[in-house]
């Protein structure tokens, strides 16, 4: 992300936490809601809570309250959203909305819900010094009440999942063209966990270390390691809570350690776009586990999909069939540790279609997901776009080759270059970014700066 649109980013959460008005009236409280261009909203504010300089606690954003700008809005309601999977094609959609038309939805976090937290994220953030107001409503619900597929903390996926949304006219073999217009944290707080076996840095089956590391290496440490009692808040996993402030007008989280706080901006993107690509037998399946990114995007962990962003998602069943998950407050490119700073967020999007031949949409974008932002285009790479089925690939050189290619036919099919001379370019001028080393199938993404092309 450049400077300019960092201050962009940063000026659009400001003024998303700055305003707050009441539920809309077509919503209500803790319940699912769609609501349509034009319908009428109360309007009385409440500010940001105090604080010295500068530094006072943010707005909560409770399900249907706040500023909602979207022609619809969508909250997770535990009878509704998936846990740990994405929607399968032929899923039952739980919104439906036009092509061009912009939704609101309030993604939710699973930090502070899971099973090794305790499942309680009233008692688990009481223990970070966070009050019960704060605490988000959808947390407390869906931690409870979900039962859509049983839980297996060591199988399943971590991610609450909203949707599928389907979008008229939609249809397989078209795109669909995923922009975010805003994301806006809904807690002044979010978490960052370290899981045994997980992350960059994994201890191996029966006590082994990976390739390139000692046992001494591992993080968490082995001798912290509980998953043999098969209680998962035994486990020993390690969860860092972030409060987050505002300094010199920009959000930061503040980690505290023995060298004192530590601080870093903040970055609000959806870690998980996806739409429908795989049919699955049950909604617990394996081929729609939510922890691998596939063709049809989903857990794809690229920190540059923040507002101002556009991302490209080839469709595969009617409607799109679109959801999101993983809302980040934070993230450094790779993730190592297993997780971004994750925090829930507001976030709008505007979902268009485009057919095939569509004059601005990346020919790429057709058969694989592609992005770009403000001053980049972003053509990516994954190491297993399957998924699970087949067999699980986890190696960065794959997903590092994809996306090369990628890049390559974007630059020849779309902006005409000789292939030699843009694999040249690339050698040269672009970057290419790890986007995550932790959910099994890995990422790659470039980035090729607009400003170097001047048809751009």
């Not at 009481?126 to 959808?138: S, T």
């Not at 050698?427 to 170097?452: E, L, W, Y």
């Amino acid at each position: 992300m450049s400077a300019a649109e960092g201050r962009e980013a940063a000026e659009t959460i400001e003024k998303g936490i700055g305003r707050r008005a009441l539920l809309r009236t077509a919503a209500s409280l803790g319940a699912a809601a769609t609501v349509t261009a034009g319908a009428p909203v109360a309007a009385t504010a409440a500010p940001r809570t105090g604080g010295r300089g500068g530094r006072g606690r943010l707005e909560v954003l409770q399900p249907g309250t706040g500023r909602i700008t979207g022609d619809h809005y969508l909250s997770a309601q535990a009878d509704e959203v998936l846990w740990g999977y994405v929607p399968s094609v032929g899923a039952e959609p739980v919104l439906e909305m036009g092509s061009g038309q912009t939704v609101t939805i309030d993604a939710l976090s699973h930090e502070g819900i899971l099973e090794d937290q305790g499942r309680d994220p009233r008692a688990y953030f009481a223990r970070q010094g966070v009050g019960r107001g704060e605490v988000l409503d959808d947390a407390v619900a869906v931690a409870r009440d979900y039962d859509r597929t049983p839980r297996n903390f060591d199988v399943d996926g971590p991610h609450v999942v909203l949707g599928p949304i389907y979008v008229r006219g939609a249809r397989p073999g078209d795109v669909l063209k995923v922009e975010t217009l805003s994301a806006v944290p809904r807690v002044p707080y979010g978490v960052v966990s370290s899981r045994h076996g997980k992350g960059a840095l994994p201890q191996g089956p029966g006590r082994t270390a990976p390739a390139g590391l000692t046992l001494d290496e591992v993080m968490p440490p082995v001798a912290t390691d509980g998953r043999a009692s098969g209680d998962p808040t035994r486990y020993g996993n390690v969860s860092v809570f972030t409060p987050v402030e505002s300094r010199r007008g920009r959000l930061h989280g503040r980690m505290e350690s023995a060298a004192g706080a530590v601080r870093f901006p903040l970055n609000p993107f959806m870690g998980m776009m996806g739409v429908a690509s795989a049919p699955a037998p049950a909604l617990n399946a394996p081929q729609v586990n939510s922890i691998p990114p596939t063709l049809g995007g989903g857990n794809i962990d690229i920190s540059l999909l923040g507002p101002g962003s556009t991302f490209y998602l080839p469709v595969f069943d009617e409607g799109a069939l679109f959801y999101v998950g993983d809302p980040h407050l934070a993230m450094g490119d790779g993730e190592v540790a297993l997780t971004a700073l994750e925090g829930s967020l507001r976030a709008t999007f505007r979902l268009t279609v485009c057919r095939p031949g569509r004059s601005g949409v990346p020919s790429v974008a057709y058969r694989y997901p592609f992005a770009e932002n403000r001053s980049s285009w972003i053509p990516i790479g994954l190491s297993d776009p399957d998924g699970v089925l087949g067999g699980q690939v986890s190696d960065l050189d794959v997903a590092m080759r994809r996306a090369v290619v990628n890049a390559l036919d974007f630059l020849q099919d779309d902006l005409g270059m000789e292939r030699a001379v843009a694999y040249a370019y690339l050698s040269a001028a672009a970057d290419f970014v790890v986007s995550q080393v932790v959910d099994r199938t890995m990422g790659v993404h470039a980035v090729i700066p607009k400003s170097h092309f001047p048809r751009s």
